[in-house]
């Protein structure tokens, strides 16, 4: 059996995410990620560049002085000024940590840093000397590691362990190695450094080709035992590994990841949430595990195979991110079973033709609504329920109208099992509707109400219309929706002078409803 080894998780959202266009945060938010963070129990909390500027200093001290259970890091350069501005930022924390870095690829000594080899060499043992005596906890990191010479990249590995590095970190900074070319440099590294024991090998990947999550695990595979990652992926350009990705994946997959971590996962969906309200950066809908469809099932076949067995379609239940439970979202691609379910759950126990008739109304309006809401659902329930004795039926209805010209309508109704068409002009289109209605079906209801309320939102919702009529004393209202406003109000109207019908039946009395004459 293969050894169960912890994978630290090394947090970098306050630092390396923060660099992120747009991603800047004031003092009081990065305490609140702070405190997420704890709830998250991660393993090394990066809480900013000390030197940077004095509001990052301030983080790092105030974030000091909170902190319980993670060991709190500085970022610093390789230098005295740096590396003395970090320890005086990590005074206050129960476990610091100095993270010294310097670039080591040919194309950043001569153009970035203008160095020679030698001179790297130098600086590495010099600042991981140096911040060693201000704290035991000394990373090392080699800046665009996964473009370095190997050969020297092992010289400055080894001159950093010889110095004092406890942790040393092999960054592909601008997310340009790929899972396998990866996986043999680490194992590469790991085959050779001094001390091997002793020494926590870490990585940290960004995500220009999308490549940062499977890049890191692929590490882990070949003896990375640090991950550093940023809650939602966010960081520099297109961003670094996914906290959320990177533990899930290790939790979900033990068969080929025998690893773990301590990180409390059912605080994922709050850290995510929490950040993307401190930064304003929203999460994609299809981002993995914290996306508003991470959980979301819109096919018919996937809904069908969720009702029986949740497994058949989720590698892990929403609960073990911090989610309630899975949706079902409904939506053309929906079966009638989900549909049924949904209606279950919304409190309609529908008969089968019922569900039939209802059903068929719903795939016509998912393929007129780009999202379908559970108000859209309860819309369109109740006018299949208000019409489910129709002795009035809508069958067509043509609207022209415009700033230029007076409204004209052409409709068609069924009445009596008859079929009907007229056509008539009012004071807008509406009224006109309600006229051509009233040729068909004669009628002495007074109109009392005429409502108009978006079902949901956006320039596609549902509009439901409520229409009140009073006849002889008897007052009914009539509620349809459509997408279509005009259709909407014609079957608000048809609903209601049902209703009135419907209603003198069972007094056994007569309406004054009948087929108008026409010459």
């Known amino acids: 059996m293969v050894k169960q080894d912890k994978i630290k998780i090394f947090d970098t959202t306050l630092r390396d995410g923060e660099q992120s266009p747009g991603c800047s945060m004031n003092l009081e938010e990065k305490i609140k990620i702070f405190e997420v963070l704890q709830d998250l129990n991660v393993d090394i909390v990066e809480a900013g560049f000390a030197i940077a500027s004095v509001g990052d200093f301030e983080a790092i001290k105030e974030i000091s002085k909170l902190s319980k259970n993670p060991i709190i890091c500085s970022l610093a350069r390789a230098s005295k000024a740096d590396i003395e501005r970090a320890s005086e930022a990590l005074k206050y924390a129960r476990n610091s940590r100095i993270h010294t870095f310097i670039a080591t690829s040919d194309l950043h000594m001569k153009y970035k840093l203008q160095l020679t080899k030698e001179k790297v060499l130098e600086l590495i043992g010099e600042s991981v000397k140096y911040a060693r005596n201000f704290t035991d906890d000394v990373e090392w990191s080699a800046e665009d590691g996964s473009r370095s010479n190997f050969d020297f990249l092992m010289q400055c590995i080894n001159k950093a362990i010889k110095a004092g590095a406890t942790t040393i970190n092999i960054p592909d900074t601008v997310g340009y190695t790929i899972p396998s070319e990866y996986n043999k440099m680490i194992k590469k590294i790991a085959n050779n450094i001094d001390t091997s024991d002793n020494v926590t090998i870490s990585v940290h990947c ?115 991110v911090g989610l309630n439970k899975s949706k079902l979202v409904l939506g053309k691609h929906s079966g009638r079973h989900a549909f049924r379910a949904k209606l279950l759950e919304m409190g309609y126990n529908l008969g089968d033709n019922f569900l039939n008739d209802a059903f068929k109304k719903f795939k016509d309006l998912c393929d007129r609504k780009k999202e379908i809401y559970d108000k859209d659902i309860i819309a369109l329930v109740d006018n299949e329920v208000s019409l489910k004795e129709e002795i009035i039926k809508l069958v067509s209805l043509e609207v022209k109208c415009g700033s230029t010209r007076t409204p004209k309508i052409k409709l068609k109704l069924i009445y009596k099992d008859r079929e009907f068409e007229r056509e008539a002009s009012g004071n807008g289109p509406v009224d006109s509707i309600f006229k051509a209605i009233n040729l068909i079906v004669n009628n002495d209801a007074k ?36 997408t279509d406003t005009m259709l909407a109000s014609a079957n608000a109207y048809i609903v209601a002078l049902n209703k009135l019908i419907l209603k003198r039946k069972k007094k056994n009395t007569s309406i004054n409803l009948s087929t108008k004459k026409t010459n």
């Not at 301590?262 to 309200?277: E, M, V, Y």
């Not at 549902?462 to 009914?476: D, F, Y």
């Open 206 to 320: 960004h995500n220009d080709l999308g490549l940062a999550v499977a890049n890191s695990v692929a590490a882990i595979g070949s003896g990375a035992r640090q991950i550093e990652c940023t809650i939602n992926g966010i960081g520099e350009r297109a961003g670094n590994a996914s906290l959320e990705e990177i533990v899930m994946a290790i939790k979900t997959r033990k068969d080929i990841l025998p690893y773990f971590t301590d990180i409390n996962t059912k605080a994922i969906t709050k850290a995510s949430r929490l950040l993307s309200a401190v930064t304003g950066f929203a999460v994609q809908p299809n981002k993995a595990i914290v996306g508003a469809n991470a959980f979301a099932h819109e096919s018919g076949i996937h809904q069908d195979g969720m009702l029986k067995h949740n497994r058949t379609y989720e590698i892990m239940s929403p609960e073990s």
């Open 447 to 482: 109109l009392e109400l005429f409502l108009i309320n978006a079902v949901t939102k956006g320039t596609d919702a549902q509009a439901e219309v409520t229409v009140r009529l009073n006849e002889s004393g008897i007052s009914v209202n009539g509620i349809a929706s459509d």
